[in-house]
């Protein structure tokens, strides 16, 4: 018997040292053993906020009724000309058209004469009222200028001015060339109808028209063959 109490003694033993350890109380301030993970705690809800309620708007009376504005496409707008409008606007095709609305009007027997000069031509131009015809020292336009460049050249200033079958033209012309001599037709037929209508001289200035060529052929020199041209140099 009293062995088998030694026995049982010593298999107790160990056990109640295991049980001691586990019902051993934690230190105060030590952290959570692992195995027992705590929950986080949830944030709080937040406070609902009670918005003050905005006072009634006072009755407005219904707006009227306003019409519909019709809807243009790209297409018809492009169709459409734009005329000029009275506020200013852009200009339309129809006003750019028609220069001959502003043209002064001439008196019948109105005569209106001026000289014109280029090289050593002089033509002594003077036009009237009439429809457009050319009597160049006694002869038409194109018996006197055959070429179609020097008809083109003699009517250039009634062309910009809107003056071409409005006016007759008479002029005298003598020196220089044929080139010269139609120079000198357009600068007397461009000093010519400032003096109809002053209201021109913009134009014709900006086109060159009213000023003088001053180029001409440069005189001989004593000893050269001509203005600039040497004889030949001969050594022996």
Known sequence: MPEQD?????????????AGESEEPSEPGAPPAADAPTEPEAPPEPE???EPEAPPEPD???EPDTPAEPQISAESAEAEPVAESEDGGEPGPEAEAAPAASLAELAADARYSATGKRKSSVARVIIKP?????RLNGRPLEIYFPRRTHQAVVKQPLEAAGYVDRVDVVARIHG???SGQADA???GIAK???EADPALRGELKRRQLL??????????????KKARKRPQFSKR
């Open 6 to 18: 030694e026995n049982e003694l010593r298999s107790e033993e160990p056990l109640e040292e295991t």
């Open 48 to 50: 609902e906020r009670v």
């Open 60 to 62: 407005r009376p219904p």
């Open 130 to 134: 009439g429809a457009g015809e050319f």
């Open 176 to 178: 220089g060339g044929v």
């Open 185 to 187: 037709v357009r600068h």
């Open 192 to 194: 010519a109808l400032i």
């Open 211 to 224: 000023t003088r060529d001053p180029r001409v052929k440069e005189r001989r020199k004593a000893g050269l």
